[in-house]
């Protein structure tokens, strides 16, 4: 992403002159208060919002609205990409789990041998088979998230980004995903993740990424650092002066970064 300007309105820019550069393999996450861009990134990222200036590539090439109008360089572009809603219900919309987990291999042209072969065995690596025939819209919010993650990784995906993964999960589900996640990375997948949960931040991602209330990078590194840079994380509203920020000497965590 380079020079990369972006306005909803054909006005005023949500987003100007911002670049970024995320290697293969690496795990990020976007801190920012609500407001602060995050979401509007993330569309940026996997090709569901287009710069109004400058350019964004992925895969070697520069993504462009009339690039991925081609059906065939759309469909190989988001097999590569998978992207989890911030509200799982926005991306579920079938009667029954295992057609919703079906859904994105068969719109790719995926033989039904194959089909079924992938939501088998995605079933059992999720531990979802129990879920197999249910409605997805008689799910609890936790399942409902396993089913959206299932959908994603169907596809195995080169990079999954996530749009604040774990907002009304419970604390075991949370565990599951954050789980899943070390392991995905540390099979090499790229996991873009946006938050304002700064313990989600700590367990997952090596590098963060702060954005600004007023949409500006304000922050590229080490996410340790951001995490312990407490008037950075005041300053753009992660946190207030009575939180209290992570210390070595009185915090320990379950999760650790290999």
């Given at each position: ?6 306005s ?12 970024l ?58 097999r ?40 088998e ?33 169907i596809l ?10 774990t ?41 963060a990424?702060?954005?600004?209330e007023?949409?500006r ?42």
């Amino acid at each position: 992403m380079d020079c990369v300007s972006f306005s909803y309105d054909g006005y005023e820019y949500l987003f100007d002159d911002f670049s970024l550069k995320i290697s293969s393999g690496e795990s990020v996450c976007i801190l920012g208060a609500n407001g602060s861009g995050k979401s509007t990134l993330l569309k940026i990222l996997c090709g569901l919002a287009y710069p109004s200036k400058g350019s964004f590539w992925a895969f070697g090439q520069k993504i462009t609205e009339d690039l991925l109008e081609d059906n065939r360089i759309a469909q190989k572009f988001h097999r590569r990409i998978g992207f989890i809603f911030q509200n799982s219900d926005a991306q579920l919309f079938n009667s029954r789990v295992w057609d919703e987990i079906a859904f994105g291999p068969y719109q790719l042209g995926l033989s039904k041998e194959e089909v079924r072969a992938r939501v088998e065995d995605v079933l059992t690596m999720l531990n979802l088979k129990n879920l197999a025939d249910r409605s997805p819209y008689r799910l609890s919010g936790g399942e409902k998230k396993k089913v959206a993650v299932a959908s994603a990784l169907i596809l195995n995906p080169e990079v999954l980004i996530l749009d604040e993964p774990t907002n009304g999960l419970d604390p075991k589900t949370q565990r599951w995903l954050i789980e899943l996640l070390l392991e995905l990375n540390k099979r090499g997948r790229t996991i873009i993740t946006s938050t304002h949960n700064l313990d989600l931040a700590h367990a997952i991602s090596k590098r963060a990424l702060v954005l600004s209330e007023d949409h500006r990078l304000v922050y590229d590194g080490p996410c340790h650092q951001a995490l312990a840079d407490s008037q950075l994380l005041m300053s753009v509203n992660l946190i207030d002066e009575y939180h209290h920020v992570h210390d070595a000497k009185e915090h320990r965590h379950r999760y650790t970064h290999g």
